[in-house]
């Protein structure tokens, strides 16, 4: 009897915090299943999502799962700053704030922002390119849905088990069984190599899209920008994630079956896992903010009522900046020892980063000068970025010369650093993509109320909250210490710096609060073409039939929509008759192989290898029962095409 | 909210608000300890500092500026007379501007990066008798041996100034990372491995060290002072740690290896070869490796 008592409290973490995450699942799952229930959602949930493969529906569920997301890291946040703004506050314990800030990052990284890049991807792509879906929808669903089921065994994680807590980056020894025992580790180790399938699956997903369902006419060189830059991303996801996969394989290996990979008691090397996680690190880093390059390259012409300048140059410096991505990684632990030389060859390939960024800020102020600049929603948050990405951008160039970086290394300079480009340029892209995709997306406008209250708190707690952390890292404080003592003069700064997340967290209030009453108040976008933009997607209505284009149109150049209005055009030319329209089957197996994997990863994070291997024997069934599966794909009959097209007011 | 705070404004709030911030904080300028050097190590880094800071300083006050101008002066509103040239989108001329600067900088800042990189390798003044510190992170201590005046110390170390140290370290426990930023900058403590790492202090004076990289839950705590004495009291404090002070005994390093926190504490002696015996155990018996030239 005591052995299940004992099993049982350790399978479920009890403590205040965790007992609070208990009841407000329990309160918020009972309330999804009663809503489901009582409206008789159920089949409409399993055929119209879970089992759907249309591009824009898995971009819409990227999107909400990263605001879930953004919301988990962001109370994770504020939960950080209220440790930090007394010293030696009794608030969380040591176990606790490694945890906290272990999954904070954690979440950040790989379950906000990267469902938030693959969500704006899965939405424009396509309908920008003028393709009626991805190259492999089948294969974008199990993307999605293992990543999903990855985020979900992080997050439970904090009620189940215990989560990770030897920091995001999981370096060996500290993350190895003698020093990490329990399955805390384990969670982020298998949740990760989870989601990492799905994002390798996506970056070639998407190249071969890019690559090779382009409307005719469409040459690379009259490509979106956006969609240049997930050309780029996904060249940086497919040689990037390897390196991760192999990291965390190899840890697991050593966490789960004793291998010495890492641990140096047993002839094995830290260093190699330093070396492999940062080959992904910093590749990743632009794997992220190269979409939100993407989308300010679409916003900025649009809004500014000109032509994007310098377009030659902005593919270049894309390109540029995905290949250098891969020779500086070692700039993450110029600290670590290794030689004059190799430091300065990283130090000097981490400035030159700078010059194809710098030379997308002055394209981007040069597409604006001379033009006429409207203030939207997402113009705000893009004029917004360039002073904050700048700062930070300039701090990151004085972080790569290696021998100043000595002084910051693990500071919360360095804190305040890798924030200001991650939250200013890749949070305020994803955001002003969101606000100015989402007529395309859902058919409504946005209100700007709302949007321009959150927009203001945002960016006034940002700097609020991060300025403070530059002086603080001059002054000696380092990342994830749980506490400090008085005296040191870090008090006020730090004190400042919660103020600023709180009001960060109030501007995200505001934000949501906007997209909340838009929806209960929705105003149509009848148009589809509510910013009188530049690109294909725009010439469709919103939101974009399951088809995406009923013809696919033929492009004369770039900015191929806009080139189409200048010619007195109102909608795509119908004058050609309609075909049957090539489609793919919804599927289930996606959803269920999500599952599978989920079932397989928590047998291997508590060690009980009979329910990993029924979840991984699963997951081989339904790999097996798909590849001899032929009826995947039907035709739209022309008459509910052009039915469809009427109901748009379309031909 | 109705309309948008030109950027110019809102970078003079933040001005404001920087300003008011360092005010409100009544910390002393002491307090910055990585802007307030003791030694030859970290004027050298400042200095880096500095260059560094003033060049990208330009640039971004001369992206704000450009951005503040264009947004105001191109704006859509009634009568706006300013030029408007929808097609405009190639020059030449300013994109050869704006490639150029930025390599130009990078190009100075490398230069003196790569100097800076390569001295700091070296004793910071020449010597013919360096002084060797060893330093083992421990869960979660610091553990300092002086092979030369065969003592040891915990969670405290004494140096002479003006005299270059070459601190050599490793770890027991998780990599930690060995930093005294009036000293100079950090580097890491490996399992298995020695790093080297040169610092000299110039003027007497307490100075704060730690531990900068996460080892655990005692991590926060992996705080240690350093007392910069002229040579002769540093010799006096040795043959007075020789002659009173306990030994550190097998027995004792094995207490201190395991997880808990200590106090600061002085060693006459400690065990024959343990630094190296350390370095081995974690490397599997291998040969050590990072002698200071990577893996």
Request: proline share 6%; glycine share 10%.
């Amino acid at each position: 009897m005591s052995g299940v008592q004992q099993f049982l409290s350790h399978f479920f973490i009890t403590g205040p915090f965790e007992i609070g995450g208990d009841v407000s699942i329990g309160l918020v799952s009972i309330a999804i299943l009663f809503i489901l229930t009582r409206y008789k959602l159920w089949g409409w949930l399993w055929r119209e999502w879970l089992t759907s493969v249309d591009h824009k529906k898995i971009g819409i569920m990227y999107l909400l799962a990263a605001l879930l997301m953004l919301f988990r890291g962001g109370v994770d946040a504020l939960m950080i700053r209220t440790q930090l703004a007394i010293p030696g506050n009794s608030f969380l314990q040591a176990e606790h704030y490694d945890q906290i800030f272990t999954t904070h990052g954690t979440i950040m990284i790989l379950f906000m922002a990267m469902p938030f890049i693959f969500a704006m991807m899965n939405i424009v792509v396509p309908l920008q390119i003028g393709a009626r879906d991805v190259a492999f929808p089948y294969l974008n669903a199990i993307s999605f849905w293992l990543f999903f089921f990855g985020a979900m065994l992080l997050n439970i994680s904090f009620v189940i088990g215990g989560s990770p807590d030897a920091g995001w980056v999981n370096y060996p020894p500290l993350a190895e069984l003698r020093f990490s025992p329990g399955p805390g580790d384990n969670f982020y180790l298998l949740s990760i190599m989870i989601s990492g399938i799905g994002s390798v699956a996506t970056g070639i997903n998407f190249l071969v899209t890019i690559l090779k369902m382009r409307a005719p006419g469409m040459t690379l060189m009259r490509m979106p920008m956006f969609s240049w830059a997930i050309l780029a991303t996904c060249i940086d996801i497919i040689f990037a994630f390897p390196a991760l996969t192999i990291a965390l394989g190899l840890e697991f290996m050593d966490r789960m079956f004793g291998a010495h990979f890492f641990t140096v008691s047993g002839g094995g090397n830290p260093m190699m896992y330093v070396n492999l996680f940062w080959m992904w690190g910093h590749p990743e880093v632009y794997i992220v903010i190269l979409p939100a390059f993407g989308i300010f390259s679409e916003i900025v012409p649009t809004f500014a009522r000109k032509k994007l300048f310098g377009y030659t140059a902005m593919v270049t410096s894309l390109l540029l900046i995905a290949i250098i991505s891969y020779f500086v990684w070692l700039h993450h632990f110029f600290t670590m020892g290794a030689g004059a030389d190799v430091n300065t060859f990283f130090a000097i390939a981490s400035m030159f980063v700078a010059i194809p960024t710098g030379v997308k800020v002055f394209n981007w102020l040069f597409t604006m000068y001379r033009g006429r600049i409207r203030t939207t929603i997402p113009m705000l948050w893009f004029l917004a970025f360039v002073p904050n990405f700048a700062i930070g951008g300039a701090t990151g160039v004085m972080l790569a010369a290696a021998p100043a970086d000595y002084q910051y290394h693990n500071s919360y300079f360095l804190v305040a650093h890798f924030h200001q480009v991650l939250i200013g340029g890749v949070v305020y892209g994803m955001l002003a993509g969101m606000y100015y995709w989402w007529p395309k997306m859902f058919g409504i406008l946005l209100e700007e109320k709302w949007a321009k209250w959150g927009y203001w708190f945002f960016n006034i707690g940002f700097y609020v909250c991060f300025m403070p952390q530059y002086p603080l890292g001059l002054m000696g404080m380092t990342r994830r210490m749980y506490t400090y003592p008085a005296g040191m003069g870090w008090t006020t700064l730090n004190q400042i710096s919660t103020v600023g997340a709180f009001i960060m967290g109030l501007g995200f209030i505001f934000i949501v609060w906007g997209i909340v009453t838009s929806i209960l108040h929705p105003v149509k976008d009848t148009t589809g073409d509510p910013w009188d933009a530049r690109t294909l997607e725009w010439s469709l209505p919103s939101p974009a039939p399951h088809y995406n284009f009923a013809r696919i149109p033929q492009i004369e150049g770039r900015d191929a929509w806009w080139a189409m209005k200048q010619k007195g055009l109102t909608k795509l030319d119908d004058s050609t008759p309609i075909v049957p329209i090539h489609m793919p089957k919804s599927s289930g197996k996606p959803f269920i192989m999500g599952v599978l994997f989920f079932v397989a990863g928590f047998g291997f994070v508590f060690n009980w290898f009979i329910l990993a291997a029924l979840g991984m024997v699963g997951v081989v069934i339904l790999l097996f029962s798909r590849s001899f599966e032929y009826d995947t794909d039907y035709y739209v009959p022309v008459d509910e095409v052009k039915h469809t097209e009427a109901l748009y007011g379309r031909s | 909210m109705k309309r948008l705070k030109s950027p110019r404004k809102l970078g003079r709030w933040l001005l404001l608000g920087a300003a008011s911030a360092l005010l409100l904080t009544g910390c002393s300028p002491q307090q910055f300890s990585v802007l307030n050097p003791a030694g030859p190590v970290a004027s050298s880094e400042l200095q880096l500092i500095i260059l560094s800071g003033v060049l990208v300083l330009v640039v971004v006050a001369f992206v704000i500026v450009l951005l503040a101008f264009i947004v105001g002066r191109y704006r859509e509103k009634p009568n706006n007379n300013a030029p408007y040239t929808p097609e405009w989108s190639e020059s030449r001329s300013l994109e050869i501007i704006w490639w150029a600067i930025p390599i130009v900088i990078v190009v100075v800042l490398g230069i003196f990066t790569g100097i800076k990189t390569f001295s700091l390798t070296r004793p910071p003044e020449a010597t013919s008798n360096p002084m060797i510190v060893q330093v083992q992170s421990l869960d979660w201590k610091w553990l300092f041996q002086y092979p030369g005046q065969k003592i040891a110390t915990l969670n405290y170390l004494e140096i002479p100034t003006g005299q270059p140290i070459e601190f050599v370290l490793t770890s027991n426990a998780p990599m930690n990372s060995f930093w005294i930023p009036q000293l100079g900058g950090m580097e890491m403590t490996m399992p298995g491995m020695q790093m080297r790492l040169w610092l000299q202090a110039d003027k007497t004076g307490v100075y704060e060290g730690r531990g900068a990289n996460f080892t655990g839950t005692g991590f926060a705590h992996m705080t240690f002072n350093v007392k910069a004495v002229p040579m002769a009291t540093f010799t006096q404090w040795v043959s007075q740690v020789q002659s009173s002070k306990p030994a550190l005994t097998n027995a004792e390093y094995q207490t201190l290896v395991k997880p808990g926190l200590a106090g600061v504490k002085e060693y006459s002696s400690y065990p024959a070869n343990l630094f190296m015996k350390v370095v081995m155990k974690d490397n599997g018996g291998q040969k050590p490796m990072g002698l200071n030239g990577g893996m």
